[in-house]
């Protein structure tokens, strides 16, 4: 007999809401045009590709210095 369980979807943790809005708030902070982040893929555990609302996307990195740095893609 195969039993099946439901289990509740949880978003991956580079779609949380926490992590949508720390990269905004970066982004905004380092005086790039985004208005919000609104989807993010996560290449590894710091090196993001932040997509803006206003169609802008970023690479979000934190470099040998440990600054965070966004570059334009």
């Not at 289990?7 to 045009?33: E, F, H, N, R, Y």
Request: proline letters at 5%; a positive charge.
């Amino acid at each position: 007999m195969l039993a099946l369980v439901a289990l509740p979807v949880q978003p991956s943790l580079a779609q949380a809401p926490s992590t949508l809005k720390d990269l905004t708030a970066v982004i905004m902070l380092l005086g790039m045009p985004c208005g919000q982040v609104t989807s993010v893929q996560r290449l590894s555990n710091d090196d993001h590709i932040a997509s803006c609302e206003n169609g802008a996307r970023y690479r979000v990195t934190v470099n040998a210095q440990g600054r965070v740095v966004a570059q334009k893609q």
